[in-house]
C-alpha cells in the first residue's frame, strides 16, 4: 500500500524528472532516508515583448502566483532556442542533481556544478558523504548522446559537507557506468579510448577510494587472438554486476557475432568466461544479487529463455550449472548458422590487413525448389553489431521463406579495435564491399 506521495511539481525546485539511461538515475541514501535523481534545471520565467497582463481574479490568478514566489519574467526570452542532448533527448539541456529527504518532503539541489559539464549517471559514495557522478562536456555545445558514447566525459566526486567537486578519471575520453563495491572500498567504470567513433572496446578501470588511485584491470583489445577475448564493447555495465567478494564483476558483451557472459578478477585482470562454448547463443546479464546470476538466453530461432545460477568460487567459475526458468523450444522452420569471411586481397586495407568479419545466415528449415530469396541486411551505426539473439524480424522473414543474411562488416563492434579504426575513412566503401563480397559468397 502506498504510505507517502510527494509532488516534486508543486515544490517547484526544478523542471521535469531525467528516466533515460544516459542521464537518469534513481538512487536510495545508505541510511534509506533519501534518493538521489537528476532533472531539468529550472528555468527563469520568460514571456515575449507583447505579453499582456493577466485579469486578477476574485482568487487570485497567475498575476498572483508571480508575486507570491517574487520571480520577475524575463521579457523577449519566451522563445529564446535551448540546445538539447539530440535524438530522443530533446528537451533535456541543463541537468541537475538532486536530493529528495523521504522524511521531512524537502528537495535539495545541488550547486557548485563546474560550469563546462552535465552531470547524469549519479551514486551515493561510502557512507553517503559524497556523491559520484558522471560529467559530460557541453563546452562548446550540446552533442547527441544516444547513439555516441563517444562523448568527452569524466568522473567527478562531490562532498556534500563542503559542496567541492573533485575530478576522480583522467578526463580525456569518455566514460560510462560507475559501480561501488559491496565493501565500498572500490569503484569501477567503463573508460574509452582514443577512437572517435560513436562506439568502440572500453578498457575496464578501477578506482581505490581508500589510495585515491586510479588503474586498469581490463586493456582495450586491439587485435584479438583466434578464438581469444576480443574487448570490452557494452554501452554500459549492469546496475548489480558486483560479486559478493568485492574482487570480481559480472560483464556481458558482443564478441564477435554472438554475446557472452564473463567473471573479471579486478585483483588479476583475468576475464573468464561463463557461457562461451559449442553453444552460439547470446547471453544478456540482467541481474546479480547475492551471488545469484539472473541472465536471459536467446538465439536467432529461440525466443528468450530466462535462466540462473551461483557464481562458484575464485577460480572455479567455469563449474557454474544454469538452471532454466523458463524453457521455450526453438522454432521449427528456421535454421541458422554464423559465417567467417576474409576480404579479397584487393580490399583488403592496407593498414590493418587479415581482419575478418562475420555474417549471421537465416535458412528457411522447408524444402523448396531452388534457392529461396535472400533479404541482407547490414547494421547501421556504422559501428554496431548483429548479435545471435531473438530478432522478430529476420524471424518473421524466414518463416515466410526467405532466407536472412545479417552482415557484421569490418568496423562492427566485438572484433577488436583495429577493426573499428579500419573503418575511419572508408564509411560508404569498405563496408559495402563486405557486403557484396558475403553476398557473392
Known sequence: AKKKSINLTALDKHGKVYEDDLFGCLEWSYSETC??????????????????????????????????????????????????????????????????????????????????????????????????????????????????????????????????????????????????????????????????????????SLYNLDKKVTSTVVRIVDYPAIDGFTGIYSSALARKCWATDSQRILIDTSQRSRKDLFVVNIATGTVTPLTAGPDTASWTLLDVCQDLIVVSCSSPNCPPNLKVGFLPAAGHEQEIIWMALSEDKPLHGIEWNILTFTPHCEHENPKFNGLQFEGILLLPGQEQNGKPPLVVSPHGGPNSVFVTCWMLMPAVFCRLGYSVLLVNYRGSCGFGQDSIRSLLGNIGSQDVKDVQDYINL
Open 35 to 204: 534518493i538521489l535523481y537528476v532533472a531539468e534545471k529550472k528555468r527563469p520565467k520568460a514571456e515575449c515583448f507583447f505579453q499582456s497582463k493577466p485579469e486578477r481574479s476574485v482568487n487570485g490568478g497567475e498575476g498572483d502566483n508571480r508575486a507570491k514566489d517574487g520571480q520577475k519574467a524575463e521579457k523577449g526570452c519566451q522563445f529564446v532556442y535551448w540546445d538539447d542532448w539530440g535524438e530522443a533527448m530533446t528537451n533535456k539541456s541543463t541537468p541537475v542533481l538532486c536530493v529528495l529527504n523521504i522524511w521531512s518532503g524537502n528537495v535539495s539541489v545541488l550547486h557548485g556544478m563546474p560550469e563546462h559539464i552535465s552531470p547524469g549517471e549519479a551514486i551515493w559514495a561510502p557512507e553517503d558523504a559524497g556523491i559520484i557522478f558522471v560529467g559530460r562536456w557541453h563546452v562548446p555545445w550540446r552533442l547527441g548522446l544516444k547513439y555516441c558514447t563517444n562523448r568527452k566525459s569524466a568522473l567527478y566526486y562531490v562532498d556534500l559537507t563542503g559542496n567541492e567537486y573533485l575530478e576522480i578519471s583522467s578526463g580525456i575520453n569518455s566514460v560510462h557506468s560507475p559501480r561501488l563495491s559491496p565493501d565500498q572500498h572500490h569503484l569501477i567504470f567503463l573508460e574509452g579510448g582514443s577512437v572517435k567513433t560513436h562506439r568502440q572496446c572500453y578498457g575496464l
